[in-house]
């Protein structure tokens, strides 16, 4: 020991002889997070008191972020869905870094949402700008090129001077770091409400695509393959921040661990990109996993334990930013840009000279055993030695209380259907006027304009389309289309139906552009795990998902769950957001989702109930969230769905109705193209034009037999109603009022600068 | 023609513009950065992106590549030279084009389907567009604010070296509106939107972009 004593400056190594020898040693598990029972079975575990390195590493990936100890006896219930999507069987599924399906001609698509709700808001730009980076990482660890990214993001509301602090870094971060990427931001989501006022939410989704041959799955195996870990240097930034930011409620005074925010490097994650995917063309890959939360800790433990056996790692081989960091820090470390992998001896030699043909930095670090261990030295001293599966997989599962809150009933029981609603056309056009322009309706254009969204030259459809849609293959034409929802006030009126809505808004979505659903991904936002009003909301929007799912045939490939989205008392609103993938085959054949040309039938698909509950209209007009959101019919989106797809090349556009009703899905059709309309409403306009009733869409036809479609939506059992004709400069509602889309437009696209300059 | 299209550490629309080559009738030649070997094309683009994530001044470390000593060379001997958005940034650097790109004036990236109008329809690049011709392309930049001392702008406007100039509205604060650049020779392009991004129909802002790409094919260079 004596001839590699450490520097007087530092605590003696830690090591597991001292760990023996020294059984009774105090050590700081209470601030890493851990609980008295967690700390008693990490003893248990390894027969001893854990290392400060071991209790490094249990105390991040036992943490809720990485551990989902809270949430994962509700998540099970997703592997209950039948793995197969409408097209077949998917080719992995959840419990990889994200879920793969085929989408025909030998393609398969990676995809995956996650959150990065809390460093965002610590430190907006590189909150958001890290996301982006995580879960490209996830992708490309399946052997996919990624080609889109979306972010549904959450703020408080616009007028709030936390939201100017937290929104244009947020917006900043996903540009300058997907821009940067070379990745088009297809979509995503924009809404404002005050829950979120300190608890903005940054959910990042990744699109990537693959031929099947090309499919790589995280593991370990081969007893002598050399484990290699290659990126950006391990630094200082990030540690803890999953055990410490991402696993604690922000009391009222804010946080306190600024540090614990990583930093990006997008230029990094383009090389790591070019560098992976060339790593795979070559073959010399055997098995590969990216770093994000918990660094070093989960990626050891993560392989270690997937594959047939242990693995030894030398942690002072890994390359530095900062020499004077511990052996703690770097297991810790979530130092962005990085990736693992597994190595054939032979293969060495190449995979390093394509590291450095992309100027990436390359470093052995360990090889694969057949120990069964996990064992890690510091400069040839042992500072861990676990079973690699106690901390990857074995840890703490809670079966957190949770109860129907006291205020469920109350809340449902004050409808807005009682509301005072406007009369005249003339309050009809005010209150039209003043729902376009209202921050969740309005145009979002000075977010998007911050992206991106060309690059690759594969963009067919995206903002503000009702799905972003991204062409695959140029000689077949074949495509993929992805829409993210979830409307958080439905699920705080009722978490079960809520989650049910957000599929049916994101499945339709995808479905109005042409294409046909195939899977989900989820990224579950919710409170404290410790308040059982919140965990009974988590638990009810779980149950929805699954039995939505279930009936709509499509799996749940993976996903995230973000708690501990709250500020003292106050939890955001249960925000299960939803994010549907779809396959066309012909992109060429996608339908647009604003008015093409004036002199075309406005056509409205599905059923309209009186259903003001909870809807924007509410919102704006009354600032009021009560009593039951609109009916969840699944049969009625699937029909819709399938009637959607056998009208691609007969409507010339389609366009969802959600947020706003059928005034706002006529508005934006008018607003982006410039084409105006007149209809006639038949029953009451307002609740016509107001009311948020589900599986429901607008559609535009040309020279079509009206008696032919009234014959194919028979077919597929959807009612159509004639609403009127496309043309003219004005929206025009028969007997009520008429509106310029020129001052609609005006309306709608003036929120956002007025408010963000 | 073979037009070579340089990958440089970074660069994003390298793909996109070898595409555009491609559907402009002539063949694309992939360059890598760090060889001094232009493989014997006929002219070279420098596409867009992020060249050394930009964390230096944009353009001023991919401006020593190895290909560029190449490029400079040829590009000073008369062969047509296109740079768009990194690769306009990229040229300055090298001085093959006067003047420089700074911040956008509102200090965000900015990313809009927008107007110009042809100002110089006598370059390899731009001669299949009509001289005043009005095209709408995608503008996508954080760094697109054209700067350069008076004398220096008198002399370019002088000259006729303006080949595009935004219309509608100035979306990065650039001088006289100068969407993009020729040399004094006439064979150098610098433009700040991407043309490659409106070739097809399907993806992109229309069609507006495809004369860059097709210029080429119409006049020869010899």
């Known amino acids: 020991m004596a001839d590699s004593a450490p520097a007087p400056s530092r605590p003696a190594l830690d090591t597991v002889a001292v760990a023996t020898g020294d059984p009774e040693r105090e050590q700081p598990w209470a601030d890493l997070g851990l609980k008295t029972d967690e700390y008693d079975r990490i003893k248990e575990i390894l027969g001893r008191r854990p290392t400060s390195s071991e209790l490094a590493m249990y105390s991040v990936m036992w943490s809720e972020h990485c551990s989902y100890k809270s949430s994962k006896v509700h998540l099970k219930q997703f592997g209950e869905i039948p793995q197969v999507t409408p097209i077949g069987p998917m080719l992995a599924g959840i419990g990889e870094n994200a879920g793969v399906l085929d989408i025909g001609q030998g393609y398969a698509v990676s995809f995956k949402v996650e959150s990065h709700n809390h460093p965002s808001y610590v430190e907006p730009y590189q909150g958001a700008a890290t996301g982006i980076g995580g879960i490209v990482r996830d992708i490309i660890a399946m052997g996919a090129r990624p080609v889109a990214v979306m972010d549904p993001l959450r703020f408080g509301p616009l007028d709030a001077d936390d939201t100017h602090r937290v929104l244009p870094g947020i917006v900043a971060g996903v540009g300058g770091y997907g821009n940067c990427l070379g990745l088009p931001n297809i979509g995503g989501e924009a809404v404002f409400d005050e829950t979120y006022l300190g608890n903005p939410l940054v959910n990042a989704l990744c699109v990537g695509v693959l031929r099947h041959e090309d499919l790589h799955l995280a593991n370990a195996t081969g007893k002598g393959n050399l484990v290699i870990l290659y990126g950006a240097r391990t630094g200082g930034d990030g540690i803890g921040g999953v055990s410490v930011l991402a696993s604690e409620t922000f009391d009222a005074d804010g946080p306190a661990k600024r540090p614990a925010v990583q930093v990006g490097d997008p230029f990094m994650e383009k090389l790591l990109i070019e560098c992976t995917l060339e790593l795979f063309a070559a073959h010399v890959v055997a098995g590969i996993q990216d770093l994000g939360g918990a660094g070093l800790s989960c990626a050891t433990s993560e392989l270690a334990s997937a594959g047939d056996g242990g693995m030894h790692v030398h942690l002072d081989k890994v390359p530095l930013r900062d020499s004077t960091l511990s052996p703690e820090e770097i297991l810790m470390s979530e130092s962005q840009e990085r990736m693992m992998a597994v190595v054939e001896p032979a293969n060495v030699d190449a995979f390093l000279a394509i590291c450095a043909k992309w100027d990436v930095e390359a470093a052995v670090i360990g090889e694969v055993t057949d120990t069964g261990r996990l064992e890690i030295d510091w400069h040839g001293q042992r500072v861990v030695d676990v079973p690699p599966g106690t901390v990857a997989h074995e840890g703490p599962v809670y079966n957190r209380p949770f109860a129907r809150p006291d205020w469920q009933d109350a809340l449902q029981a004050d409808k807005a259907e009682a509301l005072a609603r406007p009369t005249t056309g003339e309050e009809l056009k005010a209150t039209l006027l003043q729902l376009v322009a209202s921050p969740n309706l309005c145009d979002k254009s000075w977010i998007t304009d911050q992206y991106d969204r060309y690059v690759q030259g594969n963009t067919v459809l995206a903002q503000p389309s009702d799905s972003g849609m991204i062409r695959v293959d140029e000689e077949s034409n074949l495509g993929v289309a992805v829409a993210t929802d979830c409307n958080g006030r439905f699920a705080k009126l009722d978490p079960y139906a809520g989650a049910q809505l957000a599929l049916s808004e994101a499945y339709r979505n995808v479905a109005t552009g042409g294409a046909m659903p195939l899977a989900v991904s989820d990224c579950l936002n919710f409170g404290s795990p410790e308040d059982p009003d919140v965990m009974w909301q988590f638990a009810e929007a779980c149950r929805g998902l699954k039995d939505a799912c279930l009936e709509l045939g499509i799996p749940v490939t993976g996903g995230n769950v973000s708690l501990y989205n709250q500020t003292g008392e106050t939890a955001i609103l249960p925000t299960p957001v939803v994010a549907v993938l779809g396959v066309i085959d012909d992109v060429r054949r996608r339908t647009p989702s604003s008015f093409q040309a004036a002199g075309e039938q406005i056509v409205l698909l599905g059923t309209t109930r009186e259903e003001l509950s909870g809807s924007e209209w509410a919102n704006v007009v009354h600032g009021h969230l009560g009593g039951l959101p609109p009916q969840v019919d699944l049969d009625a989106e699937r029909n819709l769905a399938r009637l959607l797809k056998d009208l691609v090349g007969v409507a010339t556009s389609a366009h969802d109705l959600s947020d706003g009703g059928l005034a706002q899905t006529l508005a934006e059709g008018a607003m982006v193209s410039g084409i105006g309309a007149t209809v006639t409403l038949e029953g009451d306009a307002f609740v016509a034009l107001f009311t948020e009733s589900v599986a429901r869409a607008v559609i535009t036809v040309e020279d079509v037999d009206i008696e032919e479609l009234r014959a194919l939506c028979a077919r597929h059992d959807v009612p159509m109603t004639e609403l009127g004709t496309t043309g003219g400069d004005a929206l025009v509602v028969e007997g009520q009022f008429d509106v310029a889309v020129a001052d609609l437009r005006d309306a709608w696209t003036a929120t956002l600068p007025a408010a963000l300059g | ?222």
Not at chain 2, 67 to 77: D, G, N, P, S
Not at chain 2, 172 to 199: C, F, K, Q, W, Y
Request: hydrophobic share 40%; glycine share 12%; charged share 20%.
């Open chain 2, 1 to 222: 023609m073979k037009v070579g299209v340089v990958t440089f550490p970074g660069s994003l629309d390298d793909v996109d513009a070898q595409r555009a080559v491609r559907i402009g009738g002539n063949e694309a030649v992939a360059l890598w950065h760090g060889d001094a070997d232009l493989k014997g094309v006929d002219a070279v683009i420098l596409p867009g992106g992020f060249s050394y994530g930009d964390y230096l001044r944009c353009g001023a470390i991919s401006r020593f590549a190895p290909v560029m000593t190449e490029v400079i060379a040829k590009a000073q001997q008369g062969m047509p030279v296109l740079g768009i958005c990194n690769g306009f940034q990229i040229l300055c650097e090298s001085h093959l084009l006067p003047g420089a790109l700074i911040r956008n004036h509102h200090r965000k990236f900015v990313c809009r389907d927008q107007l110009l109008r042809i100002e110089n329809n006598r370059t390899p690049w731009t001669s299949a567009y009509d001289q005043g011709q009005e095209i709408r392309i995608v503008l996508k930049n954080g760094e697109g604010g054209f700067v350069a001392d008076a004398a220096t702008l008198a002399r370019i406007e002088g000259e006729g070296q303006v080949v595009a100039r935004y219309l509608e509205m100035n979306p990065n604060g650039s001088l006289n509106d100068i969407a993009g650049l020729t040399n004094e020779r006439g064979n150098v392009v610098g433009l700040m939107p991407h043309p490659e991004h409106a070739v097809e129909e399907l993806t992109g802002s229309g069609l507006d972009g495809l004369g860059f790409f097709t210029s080429l094919v119409e006049r020869s260079f010899a």
